[in-house]
T-cell receptor, first 112, second 113 residues
Framework: GDSVTQMEGPVTLSEEAFLTINCTYT??????LFWYVQYPGEGLQLLLK?????DKGSNKGFEATYRKETTSFHLEKGSVQVSDSAVYFC???????????FGKGTKLSVKP | GAVVSQHPSRVICKSGTSVKIECRSL??????MFWYRQFPKQSLMLMAT?????????EQGVEKDKFLINHASLTLSTLTVTSAHPEDSSFYIC?????????FGSGTRLTVV
């Protein structure tokens, strides 16, 4: 079945460092891809998405490009801030119920 | 933007009692509601999917008699954990699918003592 694999954390960076969180997927066809962010004690918020190959999703300085050749959707940010500390989930729409299928999440901690 | 209100945010209950979790879509109609469970340091696992006015579809391994889902209207879905046990302690999150795509509730931390 469809699945999402993302790099395991935790990831600890200093403020203004470059961030990459890898995400690859296995799916039939070309599903929509998403990145969600979860702050402590809260639900998930959509960070960005891409619906077709070569699309680039972007928001709040984060970017991810839908690469069908490598079945990847890596999340990047050029300069992280302390406020970016959270858990990031990569997901695809592909469940039999139209649900999202999530990776295990990557915890990011940004130190001042 | 789209908002899903999930209540309660935290609940502690005694073993053997039942707990109801509500999710309301405030400014849109949720044709489908997904219920997830999140274990510590793990991903969200889909428990069940409900469509307004019809029976929920449960994922394999999820006890339908234990996790009762009701989707009585296009703006309200509830999950009732019946006869809760400590192993049911977890973070439960709903996700509504509507015109704005997927909108998540803020989650409910259930602790069964």
């Amino acid at each position: 079945g469809d699945s999402v694999t993302q790099m395991e954390g935790p990831v600890t960076l200093s403020e203004e460092a470059f961030l990459t969180i890898n995400c690859t997927y296995t799916a039939t066809g070309y599903p929509s891809l998403f990145w969600y962010v979860q702050y402590p004690g809260e639900g998930l918020q959509l960070l960005l998405k891409a619906t077709k190959a070569d699309d680039k999703g972007s928001n709040k300085g984060f970017e991810a490009t839908y690469r069908k050749e490598t079945t990847s959707f890596h999340l990047e940010k050029g300069s992280v801030q302390v406020s970016d500390s959270a858990v990031y989930f990569c997901a695809l729409r592909g469940g039999s119920q139209g649900n999202l299928i999530f990776g295990k999440g990557t915890k990011l901690s940004v130190k001042p | 933007g789209a908002v899903v209100s999930q209540h309660p945010s935290r609940v502690i209950c005694k073993s053997g009692t039942s707990v109801k979790i509500e999710c309301r879509s405030l400014d849109f109609q949720a044709t489908t509601m997904f219920w997830y469970r999140q274990f510590p340091k793990q991903s969200l696992m889909l428990m069940a999917t409900s469509n307004e006015g019809s029976k929920a579809t449960y994922e394999q391994g999820v006890e339908k008699d234990k996790f009762l889902i009701n989707h009585a209207s296009l703006t309200l879905s509830t999950l009732t954990v019946t006869s809760a046990h400590p192993e049911d302690s977890s973070f439960y999150i709903c996700s509504a699918l509507g015109e704005y795509g997927y909108t998540f509730g803020s989650g409910t931390r259930l602790t069964v003592v």
